[in-house]
C-alpha cells in the first residue's frame, strides 16, 4: 500500500500539467490574428468545441469512443498481464513463444482494420477487438520482461517456502513486475487513441473519428479543429488518470532513494580497494 501523501500527489500532477498549459497559452496568442481559412484562430475553435459539446452530438461521439478505449485496453491489459505472467515464468515457453512475439509485435495494426471491419462490420465490437490487439503487445512483452527481470534469489526464496504456483504469481511475481507492466500500459494507450481514431474513420456512424471525417468533408475546418483537440484532451486526460493510478500503486517503487554513491576525487589505495 502506498503511503505517498495527497499533496505529494498532487505537486506530481501539477508537474505534469504546467507546460501543456503552456503551450496553450503560446498557441492562443499565436493564433489570436489568423484569417487562414485553414488555421483559425484558436478560441474560434474552443468555442466550437464548447458548443458542439453542450448543443451538438459531440458528447455521444466521446462516450462511444471512451467506451472503446476503456473496454478495449481492459482487455488487452487481462490477457496481456496473464499470459505475460505465465510465460515470463517459464524459460522454456518463453523461448520457445519469443519469435511468434516478435513477428507479432512487428506487424503493423493499423493493417488489419480494412479487413477487420470488413469482416466484423462497424459496431463497437470490431473496435474493441482491434484496439485490444494493438494494445496487447506491449502489454505482454513488457509483462513477460518484467518478470525476467525480477531478481533470481526472490524466486529462489519463494521456491524454499515451497509457495504454491499460483499464490507466488498473485503475490510475489505480479507486485516485482507491476513497474514493467505499467510501463506497458502507457505504450499500450497511446496505440488504443490511434486505432480508435482509425477504426472510427474507416467504417462507424458514430465516434471521435467519424466527427472529424465528417466535418473535414463539409470543410467545416474549425469543427475539424475541435475533435481533433477533443481527441489530445481525451488522450492526455487518460495518460494523467493512468499516472495517478501508477503512484498509487506503485508507491514503494516511485519513493525509493537513489543508491548511495561514493566520491571517486581521487584513485583508491590498495588497502581502501580491499575494503
Known amino acids: 500500500m502506498s503511503t505517498r501523501s495527497p499533496a505529494a500527489l498532487w505537486q506530481s500532477l501539477l508537474k505534469q500539467l504546467w507546460l501543456p498549459v503552456l503551450c496553450v497559452a503560446v498557441l492562443l496568442l499565436a493564433t489570436a490574428g489568423s484569417t487562414s481559412f485553414y488555421f483559425p484562430p484558436a478560441t474560434d475553435v474552443l468555442a466550437t468545441l464548447w458548443r458542439e459539446l453542450l448543443h451538438g452530438g459531440l458528447v455521444g461521439d466521446l462516450l462511444f469512443s471512451l467506451r472503446n478505449i476503456a473496454l478495449g485496453l481492459a482487455l488487452a491489459t487481462v490477457v496481456g498481464v496473464g499470459a505475460g505472467l505465465v510465460i515470463g515464468e517459464i524459460d522454456l515457453l518463453r523461448q520457445a513463444t519469443g519469435p511468434l512475439l516478435d513477428f507479432a509485435r512487428a506487424t503493423p495494426t493499423v493493417a488489419f482494420v480494412p479487413v477487420i471491419i470488413l469482416t466484423l462490420g462497424i459496431g463497437s465490437g470490431p473496435k474493441i477487438f482491434l484496439i485490444a490487439l494493438g494494445s496487447l503487445w506491449p502489454i505482454l512483452l513488457n509483462t513477460i520482461s518484467g518478470v525476467h527481470g525480477i531478481n533470481p534469489a526472490v524466486h529462489e526464496t519463494a521456491r524454499g517456502y515451497r509457495i504454491p504456483w499460483r499464490l507466488r504469481l498473485s503475490k510475489v511475481v505480479l507486485p516485482g513486475a507491476l513497474p514493467q507492466i505499467f510501463a506497458g500500459i502507457r505504450v499500450a494507450l497511446s496505440i488504443a487513441v490511434v486505432l480508435m481514431v ?4 474507416y467504417g462507424s456512424p458514430v465516434g471521435l ?16 479543429w475541435a475533435g481533433t483537440v477533443l481527441i489530445g484532451i481525451l488522450g492526455y486526460g487518460l495518460s494523467v488518470l493512468l499516472l495517478a493510478a501508477e503512484y498509487l500503486l506503485l508507491g514503494w517503487y516511485h519513493q525509493r532513494p537513489p543508491r548511495a554513491r561514493r566520491p571517486m576525487s581521487r584513485p583508491l589505495s590498495r588497502s581502501e580497494a580491499k575494503t
Do not use: C, Y
Request: zero cysteines; proline letters at 5%; charged letters at 10%.
Open 209 to 224: 473519428g467519424n466527427f472529424i471525417l465528417q466535418s473535414g468533408s463539409g470543410f467545416a475546418v474549425p469543427e475539424t
Open 198 to 201: 482509425v477504426s472510427e474513420i
